[in-house]
Nanobody, 123 residues
């Protein structure tokens, strides 16, 4: 298994930026795809972005495409989500995730989850 810990959430004004980090531990030798999901109050969980184990393949939700960038540093067992041009509708708890297949994550599912970090965007 793999353990995931998110950090970097906070309160920002609309148009601002945040960078989320997710540190992985455990079976980090497994070539997991990694990704980010979010859940706003009263809403279902939403897929945000995913990145393959090599970093060569990425997918983004249409709602964040062009504004968010996912990346990974396998030497540090860490992935990042750079969020620019933030909007109030981006407000949610953001969860780091890991799965053996990137296709699982694009279907809004994952085997492993972090605890989440709150992102609040004020207008």
């Amino acid at each position: 298994q793999v353990q995931l810990v998110e950090s970097g959430g906070g309160l920002v004004q609309a148009g601002g930026s945040l960078r989320l980090s997710c540190a992985a531990s455990g079976r980090t030798f497994v070539p997991y795809a990694m990704g980010w999901f979010r859940q706003a109050p009263g809403k279902e969980r939403e897929f945000v972005a995913t990145i393959g184990w090599s970093g060569s393949t990425t997918y983004y939700a249409d709602s964040v495409k062009g504004r968010f960038t996912i990346s990974r540093d396998n030497a540090k067992n860490t992935i990042y989500l750079q969020m620019n041009s933030l909007k109030p509708e981006d407000t949610a708890v953001y969860y780091c995730a890991a799965d053996q297949r990137i296709a699982t994550m694009t279907r809004n599912r994952s085997n492993y989850w972090g605890q989440g970090t709150q992102v609040t965007v004020s207008s």
